[in-house]
């Protein structure tokens, strides 16, 4: 069980594919809210890794509104929807996020979590993996979710 391999590998096939430096790759997540369905494509051609099976503690998935949301009272973990792990030439920037159509109803800003990763609820330097962004309330903010702990878990054994 080495995740910190499985993501070098994930940065080495796109530093090859890219042809840029493996220093300069950089590991980027996305959350899915659909199971996996055949083989996806990025924008590269290369197949997409997907993690599934992964708890989160502390918090919840919210499905509907794509983001972290507070957990049901006596839930400790939460099962995660599955991620998908590419990676990206950190010299380039990433490209903007695809405009949406204008619509009637008022729009939540969103911001992010760095939620961090670890292999064992154990949560020290030898079990962490590395970090996810994850959507969340701009109300709340990255602070909110720090205070109360959130963390992804590979195993919760």
Known sequence: FNPQGFLTS?????ARVGKYAL?????EAEVRDRE???KGKD??????FIITGMSLEGAQWDRANKRLADPNPG??????????????????KAPPAAAQ????????VMKSYSC??????????????FNVDLPCDAEQGDI??????????????
């Open 75 to 92: 839930d400790l973990f939460n099962i995660m929807p599955n991620i998908a792990i590419t990676a990206r030439d950190s010299t380039v």
């Open 101 to 108: 159509a204008p619509t009637s109803k008022p729009v939540k």
């Open 144 to 157: 909110y979710w720090r205070l109360r702990g959130v963390a992804l878990l590979c195993s919760t054994d």
């Open 23 to 27: 220093d300069k790759a950089i590991t």
């Open 10 to 14: 994930v940065r080495q096939e796109y």
């Open 116 to 129: 961090p990763v670890y292999k064992y609820p154990a949560r020290t330097d030898l079990h962490w993996v």
């Open 43 to 48: 924008n590269l051609g290369l197949p997409e």
């Open 36 to 38: 996996v369905e055949g």
